[in-house]
């Protein structure tokens, strides 16, 4: 069983940098694939970024790429999201999961384990 919480969250302005963490509780966690998703009212849940075990394969929604860096510390089990020139569509619920798999895979339905979710909110 895997735990997780986010942290981070916030109102900014757009052109404004977030940086959330998610910790992970138990061990083995530099065994599990993290990612993180969003969801807007009224829409799916969406992926936004992940990373593998050892950091060594990162993915991005290309609506992200260029201004998120996803990265992980396994010795302090957490992942974070660095979030540069934010814009008002990134406005979202963030959620981290967890898969157990040494790839990156991008289906919410794939995931093992999801935190409770931080709210980001982007002002014009």
């Known amino acids: 069983q895997v735990q997780l919480v986010e942290s981070g969250g916030g109102l900014v302005q757009a052109g404004e940098s977030l940086r959330l963490s998610c910790t992970a509780s138990?061990?083995?966690?530099?065994?599990?694939?993290m990612s993180w998703f969003r969801q807007a009212p009224g829409e799916e849940r969406k992926f936004v970024a992940g990373i593998n075990w050892n950091g060594g394969t990162t993915l991005y929604a290309d609506s992200v790429k260029g201004r998120f860096t996803i990265s992980r510390d396994n010795a302090k089990n957490t992942v974070y999201l660095q979030m540069n020139r934010l814009k008002p569509e990134d406005t979202a619920v963030y959620y981290c999961a967890a898969l157990l798999s040494i790839v990156v895979v991008t289906g919410t339905v794939d995931y093992d384990y999801w935190g409770q979710g931080t709210q980001v909110t982007v002002s014009s």
């Open positions: 138990g061990r083995s966690f530099s065994s599990y694939t």
